[in-house]
């Protein structure tokens, strides 16, 4: 597996919570992969559908 070494910086506050038992919520103080990725995927996932959109 291949590492990508990124340096993110938030342009405002982010509040990104821990999952705990039962329903008290704890904010990160990291981003977690599983975010990253999921933002990953939707940028690809839009750039991709307004490239098709321009080409009909």
Do not use: C, W
């Not at 506050?13 to 975010?35: C, T």
Request: aromatic residues 6%; hydrophobic residues 40%.
């Amino acid at each position: 597996m291949n590492r990508i070494k990124l340096k993110i910086t938030a342009l405002s506050p982010l509040a990104i919570a821990a999952k705990k038992p039962g329903s008290v919520s704890e904010a990160e103080d990291h981003i977690p992969g599983s975010v990253i990725r999921g933002a990953i995927y939707q940028f690809s996932y839009n750039s991709t559908t307004i490239l098709r959109r321009s080409h009909n």
